[in-house]
């Protein structure tokens, strides 16, 4: 299995470490991924579709640091974070479907553009605005990504009380 590969590999260096989770660290990546969800609205309000890219693809990125928190993991490296989800929905470790890595990170050429290739491209190209279909894209994803991470936490969180 390649992403067991990259995901053991990504241990072997320390770019993730196994961790006790602290439940006020993921609240905390949580309200930051909100907080990155209403610099979104405000940019694209504003006029700064480029920068809205950026905060959507942040949103995305706390959420997924608070479930490996939850999971008893903290991430030193945006890939090596995305990979150790795949690698838990690869291995059944939690119930989310395969869609929110493609969404965050591409997994096939023949998909769209992802959230963290976009964010690159808006956060160190020369371009300033975004086209619509692209922007909505982002946001409608970012919400339900939140939405998504925030929703499995708290049933991991239930699951771990009813084994109490």
Known sequence: MQ???KFKDCLRKKLINK???DKSNIEGHISKAKHYLRAMDYNIKGGFSDVAVSNAFYAMYHSLLA????????ARNQECAINA?????????INLDMKYIDI???TSENKPKDAKTLREEFQYGI?????KDVLNLMKNNAIDFVETFEMLIKECQRKRKAYL
């Open 127 to 131: 371009e300033t605005s975004v086209n």
């Open 3 to 5: 992403i067991e590969n």
């Open 67 to 74: 479930l490996l928190l939850k999971l008893g993991y903290e």
């Open 104 to 106: 965050i990170r591409r």
């Open 85 to 93: 989800i795949q690698f838990f929905i690869e291995t059944k470790k």
């Open 19 to 21: 961790i006790n989770a």
